[in-house]
């Protein structure tokens, strides 16, 4: 068999396993944009390498492969199924420079067109619930904002600049006071596994670190607006809120903060929304379902 990976990769990954069965295949996982990932099949089991290939990325965080071997340890603790880790590279020595992730494969897939909207709602809100309920004042990893609020621009695709200004008005005061919790950090319906309509898992755990469970929600509600409308995701933090009760107290402050981490450009359609079946979007609907979201959040203010 031909493979995709080099010879010194594949040694690694026999090792790491304790494998000497060969190997029946070897696929490319696609929906991600930050790494390669690859799916490699055992006769004594499935596992999943991930190589961090993004060079900026690794610049600003070259932790990348202890830090999602930690965060995996650490979601072991959850009451969700998630991978297990096996091996990491951090520095890449092992496995020709990339720097990579060995663990094991979930079943399930991901699963974005629902055929009872509230029902897969609400089960990625109760899985969403017990990783906040895992305790994480000796995570060394915290949250920190992808974007200097000191140095935030107004849009100019947006129909509303002056509501931004509102925006970027509001994240800049001091932020709301909130213990802080284990938080998966990339909380979001292609992170999500399913299997007969029951979330099966929840993968890429990278970014994974210590703070507010509203950055999660804010998160996941952001990507739900614009899958599907902002109907969506209000439905989602309702379910959230039933579930938590009163370990959750909703501000709007972490879904704006949410928001303007994604303010790298222009909206466009995710490349895993179409990966995963989601053919019928564009990116003049990404920009509208933007400003839609981003007043509604207002309103709650």
Known sequence: MKSVLSDQVLDWVRKSVGSTTEIRSIKRLYGG???IVHHLSFTTGDVVLRQFDNEEWLKEEPDLARHEAESLRKAMKTSIPTPEIIAFDETGDECGGMPAVLMTKLEGTVQLKPQQMERWLAEMAESLVQIHSVQADDFPWTYFTYKDLAKLEIPDW???PELWGAVFDFVRVPRPQVRPCFIHRDYHPTNILWEDDKVSGVVDWVNACSGPAGIDIGHC?????????????????SAYEKLAGY???????????????????PPEVFPGWIAFGMTSLTDQMMVERLDQYMKSVLNRI
């Open 158 to 160: 947006s129909s509303y």
């Open 33 to 35: 944009t930050s790494s």
């Open 247 to 265: 370990s959750f107290s909703y501000h709007p402050y972490w879904d704006l903060l949410s928001l303007i981490d994604i303010l790298f450009g």
């Open 221 to 237: 509600r952001l990507n739900l607006a614009m899958l599907y409308g902002v109907s969506t995701a209000d439905a989602f933090l």
